[in-house]
């Protein structure tokens, strides 16, 4: 799929375009969202691996054209560096456009941030500090047992926002999923994060004097970062995607702060475009299996893609289908009706 209109960067296929290097094409943000954030650090490796277990394998013939409003606010969300909230029922694609957009621009790895009505700003969002892990290394240290010295930074995790505002060269991808089942605290504390770009990790800046540079972990596997006098800034603002299925409402200075989008339901070009993503040995069967799914999902007020998409594999992996008594009541089994109402 070519640009639609010259600042799209981002075009709507899912799929790598090599034509396009956000380093050049990304225009300079607006003067209110110019962060300063470094030495800037490169995108890690990976992702890809994720990314198929997502939206599907790459390749030119799986993609299909995004709605058009879709990809204007994508557009807009990124030469604005501000965030996407999402909204749809469960299924409609919200946590699989941050992965397109991370594959089709060559983003790296996306972070993820599962919200729960338990979920705090800091210690599951921005860092965790183990103090209690701290003490016991002291102490193994200090009774002979540890030889090697404990550093602070090992007991530092940067969480999924965290990560993302470190001074990357580009912007990471970042999902926020169902920020609507969390505390009614969480967008109000989110207020600062989203409109500075940065925070503090005190526990960093109290021994800032002493230690002015610590290298703590990061929510990449394996990842790492090297913090300055305890305060973590960003230098490209992440493309932050939070999701919601409308469970209530946020405040207006939460919206004030993000863009809106809400997802349609998936039309039946899309939907085959999607199977086609995961099974590429999928039988031309699956063409009237996706009609029979979008009637059914009519009818019970929106069904979700995973539900399609384990019929698919049933269907293509296993005998049942000869047994035309036996696999209807197993698909009507799988395509049973969801508790909220509209697709995933």
């Known amino acids: 799929m070519t640009r639609t209109d010259d600042w799209h960067i981002y075009t709507g296929t899912g799929q790598p375009a090599a034509e396009v290097d956000l380093r050049t094409d990304l225009p300079e943000p607006p003067p209110w969202r110019v962060f300063r954030g470094g030495p800037a650090l490169p995108l890690p490796p990976g992702g890809e691996h994720e990314n198929t277990r997502r939206i599907g394998a790459p390749g030119a013939d799986t993609s299909y054209p995004a709605d058009r409003h879709e990809i204007d606010m994508v557009n807009a969300a990124l030469l604005l560096r501000r965030p996407l909230l999402v909204t749809g029922g469960p299924g409609t694609g919200k946590t699989s456009l941050a992965f397109r957009v991370a594959r089709e621009l060559s983003l790296g790895p996306v972070l993820t941030w599962p919200v729960t009505s338990s979920t705090k700003l800091r210690q599951d969002g921005l860092y965790e500090y183990d103090a209690i892990g701290r003490v016991h290394a002291s102490s193994a240290r200090a009774s002979g047992v540890l030889d090697e ?30 920020v ?3 505390d009614l605290s969480l967008p ?45 800034v960003c230098r490209a603002f992440p493309f932050i995607v939070f999701t919601s299925n409308r469970e209530r409402e946020f405040p207006p200075a939460f919206l004030r702060r993000t863009l809106q989008l809400e997802m349609q339901p998936p039309n039946e070009e899309q939907l085959a475009s999607m199977v086609a993503a995961h099974f590429r040995d999928a039988s031309g069967g699956s063409a009237e299996l996706i009609r029979k799914f979008l ?6 007020g929106g069904l979700a893609i995973d539900q399609l998409l384990n019929t698919i594999q049933l269907a293509s992996s296993s005998g049942l289908t000869s047994d035309r008594v036996a696999w209807e009541r197993l698909r009507d089994a799988l395509w049973h009706r969801l508790s909220t109402t509209g697709f995933e």
């Open 180 to 182: 609507d089942k969390a």
């Open 295 to 300: 009637r059914r999902s009519e009818s019970e």
């Open 149 to 178: 010295p404990t550093d602070i930074g090992d007991f530092i995790h940067l969480g999924p926002l965290g990560t993302a505002l470190l001074p990357y060269e580009l912007p990471r991808v970042l999902v926020v999923d169902e």
């Open 188 to 232: 109000h504390d989110l207020l600062a994060v989203l409109e500075d770009g940065e925070f503090l990790i005190r526990e960093l800046a109290r021994v800032a004097r002493r230690t002015p540079k610590v290298v703590v972990h990061t929510a990449d596997p394996g990842g790492s970062a090297e913090i300055t006098e305890g305060r973590v």
